[in-house]
């Protein structure tokens, strides 16, 4: 895997897709929405889902992949907010 990431290259493999924000228009809560679209961008990096938390990519956990995410989820579904889970 890439050890270090562009800005280009976080925004080229870790926003959503138009199909892939379809995926998540069933789910109702925020934090299922992003905990799927974490999952999903784990498995497009690794070709597997993570089995723990510690499994998820570092590019999809942490800054500035997560807060992006996040942001892109509340853009989508603003009557549900995520949890502030650090800077973004």
Do not use: C, N
Request: charged letters at 25%; zero cysteines; proline letters at 11%.
């Amino acid at each position: 895997m890439k050890r270090h990431w562009t800005t280009d290259d976080l925004i080229e493999h870790f926003t959503l897709l138009p199909a892939e924000r379809t995926l998540l228009d069933p789910l109702r809560a925020a934090h299922t929405r992003l905990g799927f679209a974490v999952l999903l961008k784990s498995f497009q990096l690794d070709g597997r889902f993570p089995t723990t938390p510690h499994e998820v990519p570092a590019p999809v956990a942490e800054p500035p992949t997560l807060p992006r995410l996040k942001r892109e989820l509340e853009q989508r579904w603003p009557s549900t907010r995520l949890l502030d889970m650090g800077s973004g």
